[in-house]
Nanobody, 119 residues
Framework: QVPLVESGGGLVQSGGSLRLSCAPS????????VAWYRQAPGKARELVAG????????NYADSVKGRFTISRDNAKDTVYLQMNSLKPEDTAMYYC????????????WGQGTQVTVSS
């Protein structure tokens, strides 16, 4: 059983938007800080954005600042990544992870959702 399930990926044109969702399976996501990572073919995995368990703290990679927004709805036990002004270089597999403490290594991971941005 995969502890986290990502959804919302797809194919979009440059300049378009997507909203990714991260939902738990068998755990309470609201108890964890959550981060979104991405990995493009042949490249290292990189941190895209993170949010604390209460939602009061967030951080973003420089490459997505001003375009992506991470948020959470603890009542729905779901974390979102709103991605606007998408660029071809945003093309990657996107993963969410649950962290026991904000900034600590991820404890649980999903299987990812593919985002492809065409030029």
């Amino acid at each position: 059983q995969v502890p986290l399930v990502e959804s919302g990926g797809g194919l979009v044109q440059s300049g378009g938007s997507l909203r990714l969702s991260c939902a738990p399976s068998g755990l309470t996501l609201a108890a964890y800080a959550v981060a979104w990572y991405r990995q493009a073919p042949g490249k290292a995995r990189e941190l895209v954005a993170g949010i604390s368990s209460g939602g009061g703290s967030t951080n973003y990679a420089d490459s997505v600042k001003g375009r992506f927004t991470i948020s959470r709805d603890n009542a729905k036990d779901t974390v979102y990544l709103q991605m606007n002004s998408l660029k071809p270089e945003d093309t990657a597999m996107y993963y969410c992870s649950a962290h026991p403490v904000y900034g600590a290594p991820g404890l649980y991971w999903g299987q990812g959702t593919q985002v492809t941005v065409s030029s």
